[in-house]
């Protein structure tokens, strides 16, 4: 796990060497990506320069430095994160001259022998520059879900395109941050390439750079199965399918050179990762990483699970059922506690390293929580993240999963009229809206017209920010649709070939967990304090799976089919009625308690009204004034002074009105933290949506 930098020059020309001479400083920016060495190559050509700092997790010696440079000195790599499987693949590569044990040295040696299609071949979390100078072809690349950052820039007065795994390390570069308000405002910057700065793009899965051409590519999607094909698989057969592949999953993901801890909450996420942990530990004697697991004392400790905790009054600390799972599993529980002094005190370091705004303070408890494993000499950590956009686990899909179930009745497709005026598929809807409009979400785009006939993409623009909030100016007309921006993730898939809940699971992955989710709740907080996270749930293997089983073994209970059939024009009941992921609650229930296996699903959030006067109340009036507002550019001062108000008046009626201002003005302080720690010019007006050509 490290950090990259990398600049190629589009025109062929050599690199100047004001630009490369930088990249140390670049570096710098990223040492907490990657304390423990660095190293800079320029191509012998000048045309490209990678630069690397290192978190040394897999080969602990100067072997494992990078970059990674061929032997006859022609192509080049650098990368961050992880590649599993790595022993097979040097087995695979006989010819290879490994030099280390390191799993980043099999990236080159695959690309050696198959050029790009390499990209296939891995398995993991990364991001990946490599530079071959025999054909001046240069290619950025990330993992299968964006877990991995890379974003890349253009720079106007060189000519030269640059690649970060940060935005901020382009700031040493000549870089000039500006806003991207259309981005901002259409909600762009979490659910495509945009991001909330002009002209910086997040690399989609892979570019490839030649002869000045930059060229986006593809090398694999998320697919299902059609809708119409009826699946002979037994639950049975099904439920240990998964059950297989997701021990594999973590059991790959427990090999490291240093320890390996465990983010543990009240979920059944996290719980099935301690539990499947500590069922291999016990019955095949792996080890946490460099650890052996045993009782305290000795060479050996127990599994080390991290958890955090809220104060008990919010009603959303989980700590205590984190406590009786770790307890039941015998491993070892540490708490990170956080009162709403501690959330206030880290919120503008936070906000720095996850480069974007957010609606929630949950990140900040994510910031939190990945300093707990770091101080007790862990730099690995297993998480959850990726379950709920596979198993179906939020309860938003409610409504689509019924346009299925209906259109399976009636013998016809999801997307006609009369699934869509549905009373059942309206009811469904109208509990989402109204779940939504509780934590002050904005309902009003359920009703909007939609581009294609869903409600997950009405919900993921519930907490964009409204267009009373932005400046005539910056708004410049009509701002754009962010339902639209939402639903052009779909463009160009068969979504209506499948069941629309496995369209909603598309739509979701590609946009909110890989642009959002990812980031501010995944590596950019917990890389800020050097702790790499493992995604179980989103290993290829297992999730390639999990995409075509049937939708009633993800969101419904098969013997709740059996109950309330609509195939049989049956009422299928409330969506409270649902149990959320019930493939993965039967394929994890030998490894967790009867209490995580029954539990529903409760989303992790911060608490989100704060007492007039408070930390938090005088942490967002110190950076939302007048001035930091109009140095934005693009946020009228009093439409944001109104909800400051709002945010923590105690006499305030409408909790729900309450809700929606405080996280219009967590936004708002966001933002102004981005402005002030990057130096970003206020804004002018709106930007257009530059795309990279196919």
């Given at each position: ?132 100078g025999r054909n001046g072809t240069f290619i950025a690349a990330r993992d299968r879900y964006g877990i991995k950052p890379l974003f890349w820039r253009r720079d106007v007065e060189s000519g ?65 199965p059609v809708v119409s094909v009826d699946d002979p698989r037994s639950d049975e057969e099904m439920v240990l399918g998964v059950r297989e592949r997701l021990v594999d999953a973590v059991r ?73 799972t770790a307890e039941h599993l015998g491993v070892n529980l540490t708490k990170a506690l956080m009162s709403e002094s501690s959330l206030a005190d880290d919120f503008e370091d936070a906000v ?343």
């Amino acid at each position: 796990m490290c950090g990259i930098v990398a600049v190629v020059s589009a025109s062929g020309a050599p690199l100047a060497p004001a630009l490369t001479g930088s990249l140390d400083a670049a570096l710098d920016r990223l040492t907490h990506r990657g304390p423990d060495s660095r190293g800079i190559h320029l191509s012998p050509d000048r045309r490209a320069a990678l630069a690397h700092c290192r978190l040394s997790i897999n080969d602990l010696s100067p072997a494992g430095t990078q970059p990674l440079v061929s032997t006859d000195g022609k192509v080049c790599a650098v990368v961050n994160g992880e590649i599993y499987d790595y022993d097979a693949h040097r087995a695979a590569l006989p010819a290879y001259p490994f030099q280390s044990t390191s799993d980043s040295e099999v990236v080159l040696a695959l690309y050696l022998a198959h050029g790009p299609a390499a990209l296939e071949h891995l398995r993991g979390e990364f991001s990946i520059c490599i530079y071959d100078g025999r054909n001046g072809t240069f290619i950025a690349a990330r993992d299968r879900y964006g877990i991995k950052p890379l974003f890349w820039r253009r720079d106007v007065e060189s000519g030269a395109i640059m690649f970060g795994a940060e935005m901020k390390a382009f700031l040493p570069l000549a870089w000039e941050p500006e806003w991207d308000v259309e981005s901002i405002a259409d909600g762009g910057w979490g659910q495509d390439e945009r991001t909330v700065f002009k002209g910086v793009q997040k690399v989609g899965q892979y570019l490839c750079i030649q002869a000045g051409r930059i060229e986006s590519h593809t090398y694999w999607d998320l697919s299902y199965p059609v809708v119409s094909v009826d699946d002979p698989r037994s639950d049975e057969e099904m439920v240990l399918g998964v059950r297989e592949r997701l021990v594999d999953a973590v059991r790959a993901r427990l090999v490291a050179d240093v320890p390996v801890g465990i983010y543990l909450s009240g979920g059944i996420d996290s719980a099935s990762i301690a539990g499947i942990a500590a069922h291999l530990v016990k019955t095949e004697g792996k080890c946490m990483g460099s650890v052996s697991v045993g009782d305290a004392g000795g060479d050996t400790e127990p599994i080390r699970c991290f958890t955090i905790a809220f104060d008990s009054s919010s009603g959303l600390n989980e700590s205590d059922i984190a406590e009786r799972t770790a307890e039941h599993l015998g491993v070892n529980l540490t708490k990170a506690l956080m009162s709403e002094s501690s959330l206030a005190d880290d919120f503008e370091d936070a906000v720095y390293h996850i480069e974007h705004h957010t609606h929630d303070l949950n990140f900040v408890g994510k910031y939190a929580l990945s300093r707990l494993p770091r101080k007790l000499g862990y730099k690995c950590v297993l998480t959850g993240e990726g379950s709920d956009e596979h198993f179906a686990g939020y309860p938003l899909y409610g409504p689509d999963f019924l346009r299925g179930e209906i259109a399976a009745k009636n013998g016809g497709g999801w997307a006609d009229a009369d699934i869509e005026e549905s009373p059942l598929v309206q009811d469904a809807e109208d509990s989402i809206r109204d779940s939504y409009d509780a934590i002050g979400g904005d309902g009003r785009y359920f009703s909007y017209p939609r581009q294609v006939p869903l409600s997950t993409p009405a919900a993921m623009a519930g907490f964009n920010p409204p267009p009373a909030l932005f400046t005539p100016q910056a708004a410049g007309g009509p701002l754009p649709d962010p339902v639209a921006v939402v639903a052009r993730r779909l463009t160009g898939t068969p979504f209506r070939k499948w069941h629309p809940l496995h369209a909603a699971l598309y739509t979701w992955t590609r946009g909110h967990l890989a642009n959002q989710f990812l980031s501010c709740l995944g590596d950019r907080v917990e890389m800020a304090h050097s702790v790499e996270a493992r995604t179980p749930f989103l290993d290829h293997k297992l999730t390639e799976y999990v995409n075509h089983l049937p939708p009633r073994v993800k969101l419904w209970h098969p013997a709740a089919l059996a109950a309330s059939d609509i195939r049989k024009g049956a009422n299928p009941g409330e969506p409270s009625e649902y149990t959320e992921k019930w493939a993965l609650r039967e394929a994890a229930k030998p490894f967790i308690t009867a209490e995580i296996y029954e539990r529903r699903k409760h989303a992790y959030t911060a608490p989100s009204t704060w007492p007039s006067g408070g930390p938090v109340h005088a942490l967002l009036a110190r950076l939302v004034t007048r001035p930091n507002v109009d140095r934005l550019g693009f946020l009228q001062w009093e439409e944001v002074e109104r909800l400051l108000d709002v945010a923590f008046d105690d006499q305030e009626t409408s909790t729900r009105e309450v809700v929606r201002a405080w996280r219009l003005v967590v936004m708002t302080a966001c933002w102004v933290v981005l402005s002030q720690r990057f130096d970003v010019r206020p804004a002018n007006g709106r930007t257009s949506n530059g795309q990279v050509s196919n």
